[in-house]
């Protein structure tokens, strides 16, 4: 089991669909991230929370919203995606961003399709 | 931060054999990070090396760094079949945690 939790499990949508991808944990965390990972790819970074402040958007299209309501949780909101976007989206967090190293805690991701 | 590559591509080894992982990165980095992931899951954070650290183990890990060459070794002693994975490195510059993953090396572990 994760400590960092992420709902749905698997998402199928159509292009004109609008959802909603969840994370969350409890960890006391400050930072969350979202990454996108395609098949046999390795995850790509789309956005990072800094206490619960967009801090990174690594030029992802709009049709991408995230939203962190408070240190816990974080959302990415879907709304008109292309089949190119079915991926893995995973979630992960770490103590904070930018004090030093340290690991980054991942879930085990929301499978995406789109149709 | 920047893009480790990962060397080799794909692995596989018999239960009880070694495995070694390379990677190799650019650029003068802060921290170089190796984490797994299983079929379908999450990745999970294995090791974290600092730049003024040349080795570090955790159990079976063993990593190394050598920040002269650029590169990283990940060892696995005593591979079992349940270390079956992808593994990733990711080598990090500056002050902040953002990661770029390798395309990984796909290691297969045969019972």
């Known amino acids: 089991d994760t400590e960092v939790t992420q709902t749905p499990k698997h998402l199928v949508m159509g292009m004109t669909n609008k959802k909603s991808l969840k994370c969350e944990q409890h960890m006391g965390h400050r930072a969350m991230y979202w990454y996108k990972q395609k098949a046999k790819k390795p995850p790509e970074l789309m956005f990072v929370y800094s206490y619960e402040k967009l801090s990174i958007n690594e030029s992802v299209p709009s049709r991408f919203s995230p939203e962190c309501p408070n240190s816990s949780l974080l959302n990415l909101h879907l709304h008109a995606l292309q089949p190119e976007d079915s991926a893995l989206y995973l979630c992960?967090?770490?103590?904070?961003?930018?004090?030093?190293?340290?690991?980054?805690?991942f879930g085990d991701g929301t499978r995406l399709s789109i149709l | 931060s920047q893009q480790g590559e990962e060397d080799p591509q794909a692995l596989s080894i018999q239960e009880g054999e070694n495995a070694t992982m390379n990677c190799s990165y650019k650029?003068?980095?802060?921290?170089l990070q190796w984490y797994r992931q299983n079929s379908g899951r999450g990745l999970v954070h294995l090791i974290l090396?600092?730049?003024?650290?040349r080795e570090k183990h955790s159990g079976r890990l063993r990593v190394t760094l050598d920040t002269s060459k650029k590169s990283s070794s990940l060892l696995i002693t005593a591979s079992r079949a349940a270390d079956t994975a992808s593994y990733f490195c990711a080598p990090v510059g500056g002050a902040t945690n953002k990661l770029i993953f390798g395309t990984g090396t796909l290691l297969a572990v045969q019972p």
């Open positions: 650029t003068s980095i802060n921290n």
């Open positions: 090396i600092r730049s003024n650290e």
């Open positions: 992960a967090s770490s103590q904070v961003m930018f004090r030093g190293p340290q690991p980054q805690h």
